[in-house]
C-alpha cells in the first residue's frame, strides 16, 4: 500500500498528493509519468511526475478531476493509502544546456513542468515560464515557479490577472518580441499544445509536448496509447512522453482520446450514484 502524506486542495476541480514512494522518488526523471491503481477493482490511469524528493522519499502528483477515477481519488483523505504506484514510466525529459527554452503550461499541465524547469535552470539554461488559468483562484505554485525561471508570465482567462488572454496569446507576445528561443516545451489540454505546435511551427522553433493518451498498462503492451508521429505509430508510455509537436498528428489523436469518452461518462455517473446511496445508508 502507498500512503498519502500529504493532500492540498488546489481548486475545486483539481488537488495535491505527496505520496511515500522510496523507489520512485530515487529514480523519477522529469517528464516521467507513474500508473496508478486505486484498488483492486480499480483501473490504472496515468499521471505525469509533478515533483519529488529523493531524500524524503516522495513524490508529488497534482490531479484533476476528470473522471471516475479522479473523482474517487478525490474523496482520499490525506494519512490514507491507496493499492498500487508503478514507475517511473516513460522517457525522461531531454533536459541539457540551451540559450533559452520557453516552459507553456496550460491549467493542470503546468505540475509536470516544474522539474523540467528545475532540470533548465540547474544546468544554466535561461527560462521563461508562461503559466495559464481560468481565474486567478486557480493559480497555485506561483513562487515556487518564480523562484527558477528567469521570467515568468502568469495569464487568466478572464482577466483576474495583470494579462489576461490565454497561454497562446502569451507566447505569442514572448515570441515576437525579439526574444529568441531555442526550444519551445508545451505540457497542457490537447488544443493547447497543437497551437502551440502551429505558432512555432513557422518560426522553426524546436517544439516537444507531452502527450498523455488512454492507457492500460502504461509498459507498451496493451497498445491503447498510439500516437501517429512523422506518420510513424508510436506508443506514448514507452516513446514517450515526450514528442515533436511538428510530426504529431493532433486530429488523429483527439479522435482517439474522444474514443471512450461515452464509457467514461456512464462510468462517472454510475460511482456518482453508488456515491449518494451509501451515504443514505445503503449497502452496495
Not at 34 to 56: S, W, Y
Request: aromatic share 6%; proline share 5%.
Amino acid at each position: 500500500m502507498v500512503s498519502i502524506l500529504r493532500k492540498v486542495v488546489l481548486s475545486p476541480e483539481s488537488f495535491l498528493w505527496e505520496v511515500f514512494a522510496p523507489d520512485v522518488a530515487q529514480a523519477a526523471q522529469p517528464g516521467q509519468f507513474l500508473m496508478v491503481r486505486l484498488h483492486e477493482k480499480g483501473e490504472r490511469i496515468p499521471l505525469t511526475v509533478a515533483d519529488f524528493n529523493r531524500k524524503l522519499g516522495t513524490v508529488t502528483l497534482v490531479v484533476k478531476v476528470a473522471g471516475k477515477t479522479t473523482e474517487e481519488m478525490a474523496s482520499y483523505p490525506e494519512g490514507g493509502t491507496f493499492s498500487d504506484l508503478i514507475g517511473p514510466l516513460g522517457c525522461p525529459t531531454v533536459i541539457e544546456r540551451k540559450g533559452h527554452v520557453v516552459l507553456v503550461g496550460g491549467g493542470i499541465g503546468l505540475a509536470p513542468i516544474f522539474p523540467i524547469l528545475r532540470g533548465f535552470h540547474e544546468c544554466g539554461t535561461r527560462t521563461t515560464t508562461i503559466l495559464g488559468f481560468k481565474n486567478v483562484a486557480q493559480i497555485f505554485w506561483q513562487e515556487r515557479f518564480a523562484a527558477l525561471t528567469d521570467d515568468l508570465v502568469l495569464v487568466t482567462e478572464d482577466g483576474s490577472t495583470p494579462i489576461k488572454g490565454t497561454v497562446i496569446d502569451a507566447l505569442r507576445g514572448v515570441l515576437s518580441n525579439g526574444s529568441s528561443a531555442d526550444e519551445v516545451l508545451a505540457i497542457g489540454p490537447v488544443g493547447m499544445m497543437q497551437a502551440v505546435a502551429e505558432l512555432t511551427r513557422p518560426l522553426e522553433i524546436k517544439t516537444i509536448v507531452s502527450m498523455n493518451p488512454v492507457m492500460v498498462d502504461g509498459i507498451g503492451m496493451c497498445g491503447a496509447c498510439r500516437v501517429t508521429v512523422g506518420g510513424k505509430v508510436l506508443f506514448a508510455c514507452v516513446d514517450g512522453p515526450d514528442m515533436d509537436a511538428h510530426q504529431v498528428d493532433f486530429a488523429s489523436f483527439k479522435i482517439r482520446q474522444g474514443r471512450f469518452l461515452k464509457e467514461e461518462q456512464e462510468a462517472l455517473s454510475r460511482y456518482k450514484q453508488e456515491c449518494a446511496l451509501k451515504k443514505q445508508g445503503h449497502i452496495l
